[in-house]
């Protein structure tokens, strides 16, 4: 991996860091937290993925979530450490690094950063495969049903929509910034 990659992968893992010290908004009805950690999954995707690629997107949520289960209290709430995968939320982090992925494959093939079909990727990658990954996890540890996940997870729908957009008009502005720029070869 060359070294610019490498700057730009830590550089989306550290702006991850940065979103968790956010503190968590925690729910009655579930013990998974309402944090903006998601949003930079979508910027991962979003800006790195439509730079380098989708493995790059990838990359920096893997380096992230390896500080966090070595023990760095990166997560919403201060939390860090290998038990982090044996909780409600386990399903929706190990979703990060698929939802980076999908976001990253789908704005790499973009000619240019259009705004809808940006939002429309994050709505796909940055929801529904976090969520994929997410609620049979959080369904499984809590011991309640499929479906009731599901209604149990409508709740964060408006936040993570909330973050779909202010993603994606990130993304587009992101994109059009020289560091970020994708290299044109005549």
């Known amino acids: 991996m060359k070294l610019k990659k490498l700057i730009y992968v830590s550089m989306f893992a550290t702006i991850m860091g940065v979103l968790g010290m956010m503190p968590p908004i925690f729910i009655g009805i579930s013990p998974v937290p309402i944090t903006l950690q998601s ?52 399903g929706y982090l190990l979703g990060y690094v698929a939802g980076a992925f999908v976001i990253g494959w789908f704005a790499y093939r973009l000619k240019e950063g259009k705004f809808m079909r940006l939002l429309l990727i994050n709505l796909f990658g940055g929801i529904f495969v976090v969520y994929l990954f997410g609620i049979p996890i959080q369904a499984f540890m809590m011991n309640i049903s499929l479906v009731e996940g599901m209604l149990t997870s409508l709740v964060f729908l408006p936040g993570d929509i909330t973050k779909v957009v202010v993603a994606s008009i990130l993304a587009v502005k992101l994109m059009n910034v020289a560091p970020f720029r994708k290299e044109v070869s005549a």
């Open 39 to 90: 949003l930079g999954v979508m910027l991962a995707g979003s800006v790195l993925g439509a730079r380098f690629g989708a493995k790059y997107a990838a990359l920096s949520q893997i380096l992230f979530l390896s500080l966090v289960i070595a023990g760095l209290p990166l997560l919403s709430g201060g939390r860090g450490g290998i038990g982090v995968l044996v909780g409600p939320s386990a």
